[in-house]
T-cell receptor, first 115, second 116 residues
Framework: TQLLEQSPQFLSIQEGENLTVYCNSS?????LQWYRQEPGEGPVLLVT?????EVKKLKRLTFQFGDARKDSSLHITAAQPGDTGLYLCAGAWADRGSTLGRLYFGRGTQLTVWP | ETGVTQTPRHLVMGMTNKKSLKCEQH?????MYWYKQSAKKPLELMFV???????ENNSVPSRFSPECPNSSHLFLHLHTLQPEDSALYLCASSQELEAGGGDTQYFGPGTRLTVL
């Protein structure tokens, strides 16, 4: 059973379209992070959301953390070919205990934006 | 150099070889991590070091041996690997927060390992 479910797994769209990808869990997280990873590279942090209901904007990207801190979404407006990559969400436990620095990653959404 | 660097970027080795992966972070962080990323699988946490002390080892086979000589450097020593160990190995670092939860991790570019 995957702790964090990301959907869709693959998304292929034309330049200029809008899209939303989702990250869902039955667990409550103290924070949730979104990363983008390009082929042959490590994940690059886009944003961290901490407060339930929080909305953060990064240019054409809008990130939302669910009120119950169990889910998150990433919306991209007017997608560009440079947005192509693997989008990963990662949640940190509310109760850390011995799981120091533990992030739980989803499988990711592979986004391809065609010119 | 800034951020997290990893060397080598690509490595091809036979099953009887011994090699080491190196990671260096220039962010002044106090925690470092090794992850394995295989095709169609989520990132798998292998080892966590906090203040140079190993604090987590997720049932990783003994053919993988980590070493953290100081807070800026992390190594992964490899010996007698199997073809299924072929993957992208990622290093990350973070500044551990006393308040708990949500340490932002910064990743290196990874080492693409192929075991023949």
């Amino acid at each position: 059973t995957q702790l964090l479910e990301q959907s869709p797994q693959f998304l292929s769209i034309q330049e200029g379209e809008n899209l939303t990808v989702y990250c869902n869990s039955s667990s409550v997280f103290s924070s949730l992070q979104w990363y983008r990873q390009e082929p042959g590279e490590g994940p690059v942090l886009l944003v961290t959301v901490v407060t339930g209901g929080e909305v953060k904007k990064l240019k054409r990207l809008t990130f939302q953390f669910g009120d119950a801190r169990k889910d998150s979404s990433l919306h991209i407006t007017a997608a560009q070919p440079g947005d192509t990559g693997l989008y990963l969400c990662a949640g940190a436990w509310a109760d850390r205990g011995s799981t120091l620095g533990r992030l739980y990653f989803g499988r990711g959404t592979q986004l391809t934006v065609w010119p | 150099e800034t951020g997290v660097t990893q060397t080598p970027r690509h490595l091809v080795m036979g099953m009887t070889n011994k090699k080491s992966l190196k990671c260096e972070q220039h962010l002044g962080h106090n925690a470092m991590y090794w992850y394995k990323q295989s095709a169609k699988k989520p990132l798998e946490l292998m080892f966590v070091y906090s203040l140079e002390e190993r604090v987590e080892n997720n049932s990783v086979p003994s053919r993988f041996s980590p070493e953290c000589p100081n807070s800026s450097h992390l190594f992964l020593h490899l010996h007698t690997l199997q073809p299924e160990d072929s993957a992208l190995y990622l290093c990350a670092s973070s500044q551990e927060l006393e308040a708990g939860g949500g340490d932002t991790q910064y990743f290196g570019p990874g080492t693409r390992l192929t075991v023949l």
